[in-house]
C-alpha cells in the first residue's frame, strides 16, 4: 500500500477517461469504483478493473468539490457505480444525478463523507 | 357478537407481505411459510399481494427513509380491522441493523404493531405461532369493531 | 401506434420477494423504455461495517440473508489477507461445504420464483420443498437455518462432527434424484419453455458493457467464474463452469438449474478430502493493509475492498454486490418485451435487492 497515496491532481481527475478506455480496450470488465475520505479530506478514487488473472486498479486523489468526467459511455455498467460514489460521498460527475440510494430530505447527505460516525439507526438519542 | 363477516375473514386471514429493508432472512422464512412443508394454508391464510383485500401485514426490516411513506400507505390502504406483526428483530426493534444511518429502527416507529417476532432470522415455526396468536387478538378488535357499528 | 402509458411496477408487487420500482413505458402492450428505481432497502451498511472490524462479521452476513455465508467469508478472507495468513486446510474446506449448500438453497429460490412468475404454481412448491432439505441440513450443521455465523477472520469456528459428514453424503444423495426430476421438468417442459425462450435476451456483447456477473453472465455466454480462480478450496475441487449462449430467460434458468447439481458435485468431492486438524487460527494484533477479496455468490461474483489502518474502526469498507451490476442490466433486457414478460425476465436476473442497496 502506497502510503502517502497518489497526489492531488487536475490532471489525475481528467484523465480517467483515457485510463478507463485503455483497460476495457485491453478487455477488461470494470469491477467497482471505490471512494475513500482520507485524513486531510481529499477524496481517493480507485477505479478496478478484474482482468485476468487478478483485479489491476487506477487511483487518484481529488478535492471534493472538482467534477469528475463520467465513463459510463465507454463502460456502461458504471453508471450505477458512479451514482452510488454521487450519493454516498457527495461528489460531482457530469451529467449523473444523485438519488440513487438516499431518500432526499430524510436520508443523511453524503453520510460516508461525515466524521466521527453521523448517525445511530436505532434510536434517535444514541 | 361477530357478524358473519368477521367470522368468516377470521377463517381466512389473508396476508400481505412487505420487505421494507430486510436482509431477505426473515422474507425467505416468510416464503417457506407459504410453501409444503409449513404451509399456513392450513390456517386458511393466502399471501397476497393487494393491500386491499390483506388482513394481515407481514412486516420485514427496519424500515429504511425510503420505505417509510409506502409502508404507511399500504398500512392505510388496509381495510380494518387490520392485524400488523413484526417478523424478526429489525422489524421489531431494528437491532441488527443499529449503526446504520437509513434506517428508522423498527416497524412500530412508523405504524402501530400488534404482534412482535424476534429471531435473527425468525423461524417459520416461530411465525406460526405469532400468526395463531395474532388471530386471537384479531378476534377481539373484530367483535369490537362489530360492537361499534351495532352500537 | 397507440400511446405511450407509463405505469409503475412495484415497489409491492407480487412478483418481486423485496421492494424494486420499474417504471415502463408502455406502447400498448409492448415495453418501450424502463427507469429502475431502488434504494428502498438502503440501510448504510457501509458505514456499519466499518465501525469496528471485530464485529462486521455479524454484520456482514446481515447484508443479504439469501447469501450471508457469501458476504462472511468475503469479509473474512479480506482480514485474513491483510494478516497475511492461511487458512487452515479443514476450514477452507468446511467454507466451501457450507457455500455450497447456500448456493443450493438460493439457487432453488430463484427456479422457484421464476417459475412462479410464469404461473406454475406447482413447480414453485417443488422447488421450495427440495429446498427445505437443504436448509434443515445447514439447520444441523450450524445451528441456524439462514444466518450460519460460522465464519470467523482466520477460519470457521464451528466444526463438523464425522456424524455431520455423514449427515451431509445422505442428504446428497436424498437430493440427487429430487433435483434430476427438477431438472427434467425444467429443461422440457413446454409451458415453461414457451414462456422464456428468446424472452428478455441479453446479448453477449451487452453483458460485458454492463459488466455482468455470475450466472446471468454465464448464460449470455462469458466462461467466467470466480471460483476458478480457486478461493477456500475451490482448487483442490474438479469443475468447470457452466456456460449457455443464448442469453435469454430460459439459459439464466438452466444455468442455475445445472449449478445446482455441480454444487452437489462439489460437495461430494469435498467430503472425502476433509481430513482431521485445526479449523481456524488466531491473528494477533489490530488489521493494517489493504486487500480485495472475491468470492463467486449464487448471484456472481462478490467483492469486498477492506482498508484497514492500524485501529478497531476500518478506514474504508466496500462492498460491490453482484445484483448491483445484474439489476442494472435489466435496462438493456426490458424495452421491446411483452408486458407479460416482464415479472419473469425480472426475477431471471434473481435480483436481490437487500444486495443491491445494501
Ligand atoms: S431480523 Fe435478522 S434475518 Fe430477519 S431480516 Fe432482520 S437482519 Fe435479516
Known amino acids: 500500500m502506497n502510503e502517502a497515496g497518489p497526489k492531488i491532481e487536475r490532471n489525475a481527475c481528467l484523465e480517467v477517461r483515457k485510463r478507463t478506455k485503455e483497460m476495457v480496450e485491453a478487455g477488461a470488465r470494470m469491477i467497482a469504483i471505490v471512494a475513500l475520505e482520507r485524513e486531510d479530506g481529499s477524496i481517493e478514487l480507485i477505479y478496478s478493473?478484474?482482468?485476468?488473472?487478478?483485479?489491476?486498479?487506477?487511483?487518484?486523489?481529488?478535492l471534493p468539490e472538482w467534477e469528475v468526467d463520467s465513463v459510463a459511455d465507454i463502460f456502461t455498467g458504471a453508471l450505477t457505480l458512479e451514482r452510488?460514489?454521487?450519493?454516498?460521498?457527495?461528489?460531482?460527475?457530469?451529467?449523473?444525478p444523485p438519488g440513487l440510494f438516499l431518500e432526499a430530505g430524510k436520508s443523511p447527505v453524503a453520510p460516508l463523507r461525515r466524521r466521527p460516525a453521523p448517525a445511530k439507526g436505532g434510536d434517535e438519542d444514541g | 357478537m361477530m357478524t358473519l363477516e368477521s367470522k368468516m375473514r377470521i377463517r381466512s386471514p389473508w396476508i400481505m407481505h412487505f420487505d421494507t429493508g430486510s436482509c431477505n432472512g426473515c422474507d425467505m422464512e416468510v416464503w417457506a411459510l407459504l410453501t409444503p412443508r409449513y404451509d399456513i394454508e392450513r390456517f386458511g391464510a393466502m399471501n397476497r399481494a393487494n393491500p386491499k383485500q390483506a388482513d394481515i401485514l407481514l412486516i420485514t426490516g427496519p424500515v429504511t427513509k425510503r420505505c417509510e411513506d409506502r409502508l404507511r400507505n399500504l398500512y392505510e390502504q388496509t381495510p380494518e380491522p387490520k392485524l400488523v406483526i413484526a417478523c424478526g428483530d429489525c422489524a421489531s426493534t431494528g437491532a441488527p441493523f443499529h449503526n446504520c444511518y437509513n434506517v428508522n429502527g423498527g416497524v412500530d416507529k412508523v405504524i402501530p404493531v400488534d404482534v412482535y417476532v424476534p429471531g435473527c432470522a425468525c423461524r417459520p415455526e416461530v411465525l406460526i405461532d405469532a400468526l395463531v396468536l395474532g388471530l386471537s387478538k384479531w378476534r377481539e378488535k373484530a367483535a369490537g369493531a362489530d360492537k361499534e357499528a351495532e352500537g | 401506434m397507440g400511446r405511450a402509458t407509463t405505469i409503475p411496477f412495484g415497489p409491492q408487487h407480487a412478483a418481486f420477494l423485496e421492494p424494486l420500482n420499474v417504471t415502463l413505458t408502455l406502447e400498448e402492450e409492448k415495453v418501450v423504455g424502463a427507469v429502475l428505481n431502488q434504494g428502498y432497502n438502503h440501510r448504510g451498511m457501509e458505514h456499519a461495517l466499518s465501525l469496528d472490524y471485530r464485529k462486521s462479521q455479524y454484520i456482514s452476513e446481515r447484508v443479504c440473508g439469501i447469501c450471508s455465508f457469501h458476504h462472511s467469508t468475503a469479509y473474512c478472507q479480506g482480514l485474513e489477507s491483510i494478516y497475511g495468513i492461511d487458512v487452515p486446510e479443514r476450514?477452507?474446506?468446511?467454507?466451501?461445504?457450507?457455500?455450497?449448500?447456500?448456493?443450493?438453497?438460493?439457487?432453488?429460490?430463484?427456479?422457484?420464483h421464476i417459475a412462479e412468475s410464469v404461473g406454475y404454481e406447482n413447480l414453485f412448491m417443488q422447488c421450495f420443498r427440495e429446498r427445505e432439505l437443504v436448509m434443515t441440513l445447514v439447520n444441523r450443521i450450524s445451528g441456524?437455518?439462514?444466518h450460519y455465523s460460522m465464519n470467523v477472520a482466520g477460519g470457521v469456528k464451528r466444526d463438523i462432527s464425522p456424524e455431520g459428514l455423514k449427515d451431509i453424503q445422505a442428504t446428497m444423495s436424498r437430493l440427487r434424484p429430487r433435483l434430476r426430476e427438477l431438472h427434467r421438468v425444467f429443461s422440457r417442459d413446454r409451458t415453461l419453455s414457451k414462456r422464456t425462450k428468446g424472452i428478455?435476451?441479453?446479448?453477449?456483447?451487452?453483458?460485458?458493457?454492463?459488466g455482468n456477473v455470475g450466472p446471468v453472465s454465464r448464460a449470455s455466454g462469458i466462461p467466467r467464474d470466480i471460483r476458478q480462480d480457486g478461493f477456500a478450496a475451490y482448487s483442490m475441487v474438479k469443475f468447470s463452469p457452466i456456460v449457455r449462449e443464448e442469453g435469454d430467460c430460459y439459459a439464466r434458468m438452466m444455468v442455475r438449474m445445472d449449478e445446482c447439481l455441480q454444487s452437489m458435485d462439489i460437495i461430494e468431492q469435498c467430503l472425502p478430502l476433509i481430513k482431521d486438524g485445526p479449523v481456524a487460527i488466531q491473528m494477533k494484533g489490530h488489521p493494517k493493509g489493504e486487500a480485495y477479496s472475491r468470492v463467486e455468490a449464487p448471484r456472481g461474483e462478490l467483492v469486498y475492498f477492506i482498508r484497514a489502518n492500524g485501529k478497531t474502526a476500518l478506514e474504508r469498507i466496500k462492498l460491490r454486490t453482484p445484483a448491483l451490476m445484474n439489476v442494472a442490466s435489466l435496462l438493456a433486457m426490458l424495452p421491446g418485451c411483452q408486458l407479460a414478460d416482464v415479472p419473469t425476465i425480472t426475477v431471471s436476473v434473481d435480483p436481490c435487492i437487500c444486495c443491491t442497496d445494501r
Open chain 3, 200 to 210: 428478455g435476451v441479453l446479448s453477449n456483447q451487452a453483458a460485458r458493457e454492463w
Open chain 3, 91 to 112: 476450514g477452507r474446506l468446511i467454507r466451501t461445504i457450507m457455500m455450497e449448500c447456500q448456493r443450493l438453497t438460493s439457487h432453488l429460490l430463484a427456479l422457484g
Open chain 1, 49 to 62: 478493473f478484474d482482468r485476468q488473472p487478478g483485479i489491476v486498479d487506477f487511483r487518484f486523489q481529488i
Open chain 3, 144 to 146: 441456524n437455518r439462514v
Open chain 1, 84 to 96: 452510488e460514489v454521487v450519493d454516498l460521498f457527495g461528489l460531482k460527475y457530469k451529467g449523473i
